[in-house]
T-cell receptor, first 112, second 113 residues
């Protein structure tokens, strides 16, 4: 699975959009981009994933660049409860081990 | 509610005393997996199971056993716990390996003294 690079920390004002970047310059054509978050030692929570098209669900939007070398997770109206560590993970669909490789992630602090 | 349930949430035990952490999912998922999380090391896969009666080692399987006798349950067994197994443990499941998002349990914080 390709390696990802994320900034270690970010701040966001409550009510504003939080844009979390992820670099995955070595991504292969059959690898998906996944985003999870972990709120203070709770179990990681799946947010969204995509292959090459932009995706949106009730939690967030995922913007993947045309060359697929980077992506941005967008939380449109961040709340204090969105304070968490956000993980960008790249992996092949149908992986033999199903293993998720969690890097250090980005700690997002939403401030009032 | 679709969920992965782990028990117990917290456990303090002594070295060498066998213990089992249970994991159960109600989503009819084929794939289940165990992770441990340690400061500075992130989440690491211990064991995984593609389906009933099919289990395999992850990255850090030493000192652990698992079983998958039925689809919904995937217990993690520590036959002789040691202090280096003090950690935060998570069980996860998904419909199939590598497909879609995973659902994680709330975690089990284990302390071995």
């Amino acid at each position: 699975d390709a390696k990802t690079t994320q900034p270690p920390s970010m701040d966001c004002a409550e009510g504003r959009a939080a844009n979390l970047p992820c670099n995955h310059s070595t991504i292969s054509g059959n690898e998906y981009v996944y985003w999870y978050r972990q709120i203070h030692s709770q179990g990681p929570q799946y947010i969204i994933h995509g292959l090459k098209n932009n995706e949106t669900n009730e939690m967030a939007s995922l913007i993947i660049t045309e060359d697929r070398k980077s992506s941005t997770l967008i939380l449109p109206h961040a709340t204090l409860r969105d304070t968490a560590v956000y993980y960008c993970i790249v992996r092949v669909a149908g992986s033999n081990t199903g293993k998720l490789i969690f890097g250090q992630g980005t700690t997002l602090q939403v401030k009032p | 509610e679709a969920q992965v349930t782990q028990n117990p949430r917290y456990l303090i035990t002594v070295t060498g005393k066998k213990l089992t952490v249970t994991c159960s999912q109600n989503m009819n998922h084929e794939y289940m997996s165990w992770y441990r999380q340690d400061p500075g090391l992130g989440l690491r896969q211990i064991y995984y199971s593609m389906n009933v009666e099919v289990t395999d080692k992850g990255d850090v399987p030493e000192g652990y056993k698992v079983s998958r006798k039925e689809k919904r349950n995937f217990p993690l067994i520590l036959e002789s716990p040691s202090p280096n197994q003090t950690s935060l443990y998570f069980c996860a499941s998904s419909l199939f390996s590598g497909v879609g998002g995973y659902t994680f349990g709330s975690g089990t914080r284990l302390t071995v003294v």
